[in-house]
């Protein structure tokens, strides 16, 4: 089984490891760092190299067990053992528009009763889709993006812990953002907290407390329909 390094510490941007299957330009490695895309996170960017060999990593995807890295030239099939390292500046940006999305979902679950049905995060900016049951105005979308600010601004702690399935069942937080529909053969569910608001299932990568987020600015909101709204929204 290929060790996920993303998924216990999301600030591990360089590793070793060994080459389990080497194609072209695909390989498959033992452990990684590189986060394979998913939950409106995209794939991590990087490079893989040792001694006077080296690739930039340009793609990332799950297969099954396995994450494909797809490099932008092919390696010598003789290689063993490889360093990776990420472009960490665009992950670290991924880590905090994804924990902006969590405070932003639990905002306006407890202050609008409103639920996320999407959400896609960029280096630069975000957006997020839910279904808003009240009066959709200039005046609400200032008030989630004052208190989502607020929200941030409290240095909230956010944790990353498994639950077993039927514990995770029990919460309602967790069914409130559909943990139910995580599939039976799923045990355990890995859980991202961000300390007294959010508490989602979800395989992401976060920053460690909301004070590395930053501030928020909503840029574009719209409606799609009587309950369905979108905000778009960038971090300073
Ligand atoms: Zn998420």
């Known amino acids: 089984m290929m060790e996920e390094l993303f998924l216990s510490d999301s600030y591990t941007n360089e590793f070793e490891a060994r080459v389990v299957k080497l194609e072209g330009r695909e390989v498959i490695l033992d452990r990684t760092a590189f986060y394979p895309g998913g939950g409106g996170q995209p794939p991590d960017k990087g490079s893989l190299g040792i001694g006077p060999v080296g690739a930039s990593v340009v793609d990332a995807r799950r297969e099954g067990e396995s994450i494909v890295h797809v490099l932008d030239m092919a390696i010598p099939g003789t290689v063993r053992d490889l360093k990776g390292s990420l472009d960490w500046g665009r992950r670290f940006a991924h880590m905090r528009y994804h924990t902006a999305l969590h405070v932003l979902s639990g905002v306006i679950w407890r202050n609008f009763d409103a639920k996320v049905t999407g959400g896609q995060m960029r280096a630069d900016r975000a957006r997020m889709d839910f279904s808003f049951p009240g009066e959709w105005t200039a005046e609400v979308v200032g008030d989630i993006e004052h208190l989502t600010n607020e929200a941030i601004a409290e240095e909230r702690q956010v944790s990353i812990y498994e639950l077993e399935r039927g514990q995770a ?14 599939p039976g053969r799923v045990k355990t569910i890995r859980i991202v907290e961000i300390e007294g608001l959010d508490t989602q299932a979800d395989g992401g990568t976060h920053v ?29």
């Open 169 to 182: 069942l029990a919460n309602p937080d967790l069914i409130r953002t559909q943990v139910n529909l995580v």
């Open 208 to 236: 460690a407390n909301t004070r590395e987020v930053g501030e928020m600015e909503i840029t574009g909101h719209k409606s799609k329909g009587r309950q369905n709204k979108r905000i778009e929204f960038v971090l300073q």
